[in-house]
């Protein structure tokens, strides 16, 4: 689970800014919202408020940045993410850094990069105690790009050299994280003293889902098993979008040509060539692999059984209709509920939701319809939930705990500042909606008239 994140020199983030998940010890409410992990309280949600402009969605690339940059390399349009309000700040470190539970073990992991050159310039990874200790896994600092291992670590002679020999060939290397280089094709024993830069991988590249207004959903999950169609027809109905079912139909090839381009027709066939199949391994021919992905305004699900392709398209049925509906032919509301399903039927554990504008498409009370279903769903899971919206109906301490509500806000100087309600000290019977819109909490809109110049 997620336990801090804290980032500098980010975009509208110019100071050293932390989020943190750790409960208030002072807040009763909502105890389900809270996983104890070791001493630790964890939260599961976290829902941020903040004008237009604010740094709200500049939280969110964040961690878009630092999910992509652990996974492959550093986007390269985040070569002008460096905070702007100074001008010394292009040539000034950046820092990134979470703080995460995984596998029963806390971990911090972070960098810094000069943004603007494409250059990670330091990198390090710790493991927490409880006892509020910390040893060294790995490090390497400024101006010595080799990485070491920590002093406290006891690798065995044989994960010492290996370590040492990915370590020299790396040495020099600034455009990539160490951590990256060794989750490519390196040799990791489950039971090696080295597991670790697998862990941290594992949960930063997978773990961590980040959805942004303009997401492409691909590998969507559950639109395949007829038993996953059932219970998605029920959440719809749940939600009064007038779909009665929800069932799949054979794309034949013209429609199939005319919907789905080439290109990604063909990364479609190579994820499907080196995905899992549903018995787990990718050994058995014979097993179907099967992914469905998101086409402009249609869902579209593969499946590749031994040397065959069937390409199908997801359809709907009304309440009181015999016709059968496309994805197209429903509301940007209905389709973004599609989109969010695969968050409601995950029951993997440790997954990281991070979302930009929940609520778009969606009515306000449809919005309060899925964050209640989500909870529901999640109620047994390490599963959080960390998102931005405008959506003031929310703001409800029946619905959220105090310290789960964050704001966003511009300071004079047009830079970004975090802060959680818990710091207001607010009454529980508080009607947080209407005193957030008449601006107690800050993190609102702040207008100036407009003046007809030629007339003054």
Not at 283 to 297: F, G, K, L, P, Q
Not at 379 to 401: A, C, G, P, V
Not at 415 to 422: A, E, G, H, K, M
């Amino acid at each position: 689970m997620l336990i801090r994140i804290r980032l500098e020199n980010f975009k509208s983030f110019r100071d050293d800014t932390e989020l943190t998940m750790i409960s208030s010890s002072k807040i009763q409410k909502c105890p389900e919202h809270k996983v104890k992990i070791g001493n630790t309280n964890v939260l599961k949600h976290a829902v941020i408020y903040g004008a237009n402009a604010s740094g709200k969605s500049n939280l969110v690339d964040f961690f878009w940045f630092f999910k992509n940059t652990v996974a492959d390399k550093m986007p390269l349009e985040a070569s002008e993410w460096f905070c702007k309000r100074d001008e010394s700040s292009a040539e000034r470190d950046s820092s990134f850094e979470i703080q995460f539970s995984f596998n029963d073990r806390f971990y911090s992991y972070g960098f810094t990069a000069l943004l603007h050159q494409q250059s990670i310039t330091s990198e390090w990874l710790y493991e927490l105690f409880p006892s509020n200790n910390a040893r060294c896994l790995f490090e390497r600092d400024k101006g010595a790009s080799r990485p070491i291992l920590g002093s406290e670590l006891k690798p065995s002679e044989s994960d010492k050299s290996k370590f040492d020999i990915y370590a020299d060939d790396f040495d020099g290397n600034d455009s990539v994280l160490f951590l990256t280089e060794m989750n490519r094709s390196k040799k990791i024993a489950d039971d090696s003293e080295l597991r670790f830069f697998k862990e941290v991988y594992t949960f930063i590249s997978d773990k961590i889902v980040v959805v942004r207004p303009n997401t492409s959903f691909n590998d969507i999950k559950y639109y395949f098993n007829e038993t996953s169609l059932q219970e998605i027809s029920q959440i719809l109905k749940s939600f009064d979008t007038g779909i009665d079912t929800v069932n799949m139909k054979e794309v034949d090839e013209n429609e199939f040509n005319n919907k789905v381009p080439q290109p990604v027709f063909m990364q479609v066939i190579a994820r499907l060539s080196n995905k899992e199949a549903s018995n787990g391994t990718t050994e058995d021919s014979s097993v179907a692999r099967s992914m469905t992905i998101r086409v402009n305004r249609n869902f579209f699900t593969f499946v590749l059984y031994k040397d065959s392709l069937t390409v199908y398209k997801i359809l709907t049925t009304h309440t009181g209709s015999s016709y059968k509906f496309s994805l197209d032919e429903e509301s940007d509301g209905t389709r973004r509920i599609f989109e969010l399903i695969d968050m409601l039927l995950n029951a993997e554990h440790d997954v990281v939701y991070v979302v930009d504008e929940l609520e778009r498409s969606l009515h306000p009370m449809l919005t309060k319809r899925f964050l209640d279903l989500f909870m529901s769903y999640h109620k047994n899971h390490q599963t959080q939930l960390i998102f931005t919206t405008h959506e003031s109906s929310i703001m409800d301490q029946k619905l959220f705990r105090r310290d789960e509500i964050w704001f966003v806000e511009r300071d004079i100087h047009h830079t970004s500042d975090i802060y959680s309600l818990d710091r207001f000290k607010e009454r529980y019977d508080k009607d947080l909606s209407k005193a957030y819109l008449e601006g107690r909490y800050g993190a609102i809109p702040v207008f100036s008239s407009l003046s007809d110049e030629e007339g003054e």
